[in-house]
């Protein structure tokens, strides 16, 4: 199990270091403008933790490491866990790249802005957010692939988000307590101390379930 992990974080050290880079540039690029970072670094740390475990499967697919691996003393069950606990390494990675980010945009701007209740809602709901993501969309690469599973992936991100946007347009959030879906969710979940813990334990059982769902696919396949 450790070396499956090794593996293929071996294989994505130069992708991690460009997805690194990019957030760390925006901050500097940041400390001259007068923009927030906040939706920004959110959504681009949310894709982090989500595409590095999605790449490492697409790399295993090329070289054909399957059909290598299971030659070896590997189970199938071992292989799909290897792949969960990657990605749950990636959510952590992707919670402290965030939590830098902002810490970063902190010090430039001199801690202007800096909000610690807000950060702390941002990597609650960023975490809970990745792993729902991830729980939906890996099962669909152990059946699908990564080619045509990411299709369905952006199809799955893009939908909301422009519905989103639309609603953005409207009058819905200003209903729900703010101005913005961040303000809006922020005065939801103010009067709802309970369900951050709730999404939780629900995004916790489903990535079980995802987990047990993809060693069955997975099981089924034939290299």
Do not use: H
């Amino acid at each position: 199990m450790k070396g499956l992990i090794l593996k293929d974080l071996f294989n994505l050290k130069g992708q991690a270091r460009f997805y690194v880079a990019i957030p760390l540039l925006m901050v500097v690029l940041s400390a001259f403008s007068s923009g927030s970072m906040q939706v920004f670094a959110i959504v681009y740390c949310l894709l982090f933790s989500i595409m590095l475990p999605i790449t490492a499967l697409s790399l295993d697919e090329r070289a054909n490491w399957d059909c290598y691996a299971l030659c070896a003393p590997v189970s199938r069950w071992g292989m799909v866990l290897s792949k969960y606990l990657l990605g749950l390494l990636f959510i952590i990675a992707g919670v402290l790249l965030y939590f830098l980010v902002v810490c970063f945009r902190g010090i430039a701007t001199g801690f202007e802005s800096f909000d610690v209740q807000k950060m702390l809602f941002s990597i609650v709901w960023m975490t809970v957010g990745a792993c729902v993501l991830f729980a939906v969309f890996m099962p669909i690469m152990f059946r699908i692939g990564t080619e045509k599973g990411r299709i369905v992936m952006i199809g799955v991100i893009v939908v909301p988000v422009l519905l989103l946007s639309l609603l953005s347009s409207t009058e819905f959030f200003s209903a729900m307590g703010g101005n913005t879906i961040e303000q809006a969710l922020a005065a939801f979940f103010t009067g709802n101390a309970a369900f951050p813990f709730v999404a939780a334990g629900a995004a916790a059982v489903l990535l079980v379930l995802s987990a047990l769902l993809s060693v069955t696919v997975y099981s089924k396949k034939e290299f």
